[in-house]
């Protein structure tokens, strides 16, 4: 039997095919044999049946939520405290480890060690059994302030010299958490008051990884101890879960096994392979951004890979990113930089003619593919590669216009994103009734956010006066949406203030997506101006903003999110035609061209 793909067309009378539906053909949801009176009726009853059913494949768990650092101050402090618990029992069981960092992590905790050997299996389930011992000797937590010299002196005295390099880089004051009067470490908190406030069967050890000092490949290679803590073992149940369930929907793995795209060892590591099934998703995804963005005011750009070293160093790029930046490279005596970011180009593009206050704001998109330098090591499917693209925008705008404009942008986040209004023009085909169709779950589906307001940093650029009223626009366009939100004070990047918007997937995960940033750094830096109703020349307020992060690592969660189930509109294959008489075969093959 010969079968015919393709998407939804115009299935009129005809009968002697079946119809099957779905990524890869899988299901059989009706026959032909339509009337030309009935046809629409019955075809959008095949369409309504395919998406009922492809829903079903994604809904979301009935399962607890699990709470996050960000939502959970306790929570954090807890996994501070099970690391600190955690080196503690290893020095115990290993006098010669030698304790680096142990900081607190989205899902728990980790500690680097400098030991002889590397730690096996049954050395963290005698490491573990050794922490509920401490847990249940419920030692306090007492908090120490001392001199640079006296925390040196004792450093010394231990024979620690990771934390004699770690307070060298401490400012005053300098501060040592003290597990009862048994173990000791230099730590600024924030901790729970005693060990007796964790939970033995709440926390898990999960495995061990080899972790270069300070990120330096040249630097001691040290054994990093993974573990996860939570307030309850119900918690840590369903934490298990989630990661069994994650493992299960590897967008590394799906994508291979669907075709959707590689990484070709031949070509290097973190460039991505686009096939005809993975860029047929990828077209619908950007075109579909790119309505969205038309609808709501922007235009679109188009701008070079490279440019002339010296815009880099106007930017400032050079200076602050050289790190994350491809080697430059020479042409006719000019040395060039391929892009890391799409930001300077655009502001080229505003100081290309003179602007008034009439002309903003201006509200600027483009899908531009960056490259930055990424260790091979931190490579990782699509979530982390050195070529990808960006869906950027830059909106230039009057300081009395930044409330509206980051409410605007918020509102287009939950369209996109979320169950806003929906205005597709897919499977226009079938029918001329726009309300035949709806998506009620939205494009993608993604309804629950956390969402974090960052404020201005101890160091920055730009008056007091225009940071308090950027912060405030920003917090009322939050307030506008009734949306919750947490702040991070002093969390915001150097040149402005900053919202972050994470996803919830369909196990739970958060996912960090959307970024709205402020800038008053580079307005400054190319000397952008605007001329204002009295005729002087005044700085444009700069916001870039991100709404799905970057077209690769959100194709990678949806991948995961759907378990590569993918709805209707977005299936690479959405219908397949079997022809079981040979009278039907000429019409199968007009309906798929």
Known sequence: MQAFSGTFGALSGRSGYVVRSGFCGRRVVGTGGFSKVSRLRKGFSVVKAVAAETKTATKEEENIDLPTNESNEELLRMRHTTAHVMAMAVQRLFPNAQVTIGPWIDNGFYYDFDTEEPFSDDDLKKIKKEMDKIIREDLPLIREEVTREEAEERIKSINEPYKLEILEGLKEPITLYHLGDKWWDLCAGPHVESTGKLVPKAIALESVAGAYWRGDEKKAMLQRIYGTCWETPQQLKEYKRVKEEAKRRDHRV??????????????????????????????????FWKDEHEKDGYELLYTPHMANVELWRTSGHLEFYHESMFDQMQVEKETYQIRPMNCPFHVLIYKDGMKSYRDLPLRWAEL??????????????????????????????????????????????????????????FFCELCSDPNALTYGTGRFGFTKYEIMLSTRPEKSVGSDDIWEKATQALLNSLKNKGWDYSIDEGGGAFYGPKIDIKIRDAIGRLWQCSTVQCDFNLPERFDMTYIDSDGTKQRPIMVHRALLGSIERFMGVLVENYAGDFPLWLAPEQIRLLPVTAEAMDYCIQVCL
């Open 254 to 287: 799906l994508g291979k096994k669907l075709n959707l795209f590689s990484i070709q060892e031949e070509a290097g590591g973190g460039l991505v392979f686009w096939h005809p099934k993975g860029s047929r998703i990828r077209r619908t995804i950007e075109d």
């Open 368 to 425: 531009g593919t960056v490259y930055r330098y990424e260790r091979s090591g931190t490579l990782h499917g699509l979530f982390r590669v050195r070529g990808f693209t960006q869906d950027d925008a830059h909106i230039f705008c009057l300081p009395t216009q930044l409330e509206d404009e980051m409410t605007r942008v918020l509102e287009l986040v939950e369209r996109i994103l979320g169950k806003g209004p929906q205005s597709g023009r």
